[in-house]
């Protein structure tokens, strides 16, 4: 029987879609695109600040706002875009300086990428910058992925990144704050980090539920090294997870596996176990991990403990 003028399905605005679609082109949800807003442009790039001889890491370039400002102001750009119709775009447009890769930024070799970047022999000095607006899902593994590859050599003078409201918090926390936690211990070892800016939903297209920040890394030496990297990030990670407990109990487990108790371990740092493990500064915590004992140690004590953490 056929369908009644009622029963024949209408077809659904989708207000999202067509808020994604601004522009000629579908965001793809998968990505987590929120492209800026060319009014807010030149506000993002008075924060980063270029100069002619600067050279840019950019992640995510997206539809190229910021790409094509930094490239009239800076001496390169090497752009990476993960979304292949994006990164077609943006090499059609492309000029001299501006080199444009395809792929995920995570599946990169960052060393790589920042060692094409140098200037070649005699060229003017000139300073090794990284940009990008990350999406919220992936932002903390790219930063963390940055801050590794600086231990490797890939140390670029500074990172300018845009981030959602709540992982600005969380990058540029320090101890007794509630957002303090392992990621911002990891930057503390390795850069200084300071808010910039800070950006309404409205800034970009489609717009997000919430606010978002430009934050500022300005790398270092790490200001106290732990003596092994593997174990300290693994303490801290474990810490964390309990970060109601007093910090000598919320280590316990993790210290169990070296043959001590968590107040032991405080004791040999010199450290108060009755604090909370947010309210330990990151020297304290590197303080921590270093007073846990060698793999040399452990072995001539018969100790069950994995030093590759």
Not at 203 to 212: I, K, L, M
Not at 289 to 301: E, M, Q
Request: with cysteine; aromatic share 4%.
């Amino acid at each position: 029987m056929a369908r009644s003028a009622a029963q024949t399905p209408r077809p659904v605005r989708d207000a999202r879609r067509e808020a994604a679609t601004r522009g000629g082109r579908a965001r793809r949800r998968r990505y987590g695109q929120h492209f800026l807003e060319p009014a807010w442009v030149r506000r993002v790039v008075d924060a980063i600040d270029p100069a002619p001889a600067d050279r840019f890491l950019e992640i995510g370039p997206g539809r190229g706002a910021l790409t094509w400002a930094l490239a009239e102001r800076a001496a390169r750009v090497l752009a990476v875009e993960i979304d292949r119709e994006l990164a077609a775009g943006l090499r059609e447009r492309a000029g001299p300086t501006v080199e444009v890769l395809t792929g995920d930024v995570l599946d990169c070799d960052l060393v790589e990428l920042v060692a094409s970047l140098a200037p070649t022999s005699g060229a003017e000095p000139s300073r090794l910058r990284l940009v990008g607006n990350l999406p919220y899902r992936v932002s903390a593994p790219i930063l963390l992925q940055v801050l590794r590859a600086s231990d490797r050599g890939a140390r670029p003078d500074d990172a300018v990144v845009m981030l959602q409201e709540e992982m600005a918090d969380r990058v540029t926390a320090g101890p007794g704050e509630a957002a303090y936690g392992p990621l911002a211990v990891a930057v503390w070892l390795r850069a200084t980090a300071a808010r910039r800016l800070r950006l309404p939903p409205g800034a970009f297209r489609p717009a997000p539920a919430v606010h978002s920040a430009v934050v500022a890394l300005r790398f270092r030496p790490p200001a106290r090294a732990p003596r092994n990297g593997a174990r300290f990030d693994a303490l801290v990670r474990s810490l964390f997870t309990q970060r109601r407990k007093q910090a000598g109990t919320a280590l316990g487990p993790f210290a169990a596996r070296y043959g001590l108790s968590g107040p032991e371990v405080f004791r040999r740092a010199g450290l108060d176990a009755r604090r909370r493990p947010g309210d330990l500064a990151p020297g304290e915590l590197v303080a921590l991990a270093d007073a846990l004992p060698s793999a040399d140690a452990l072995r001539s004590t018969g100790a069950d403990a994995a030093e590759s953490d």
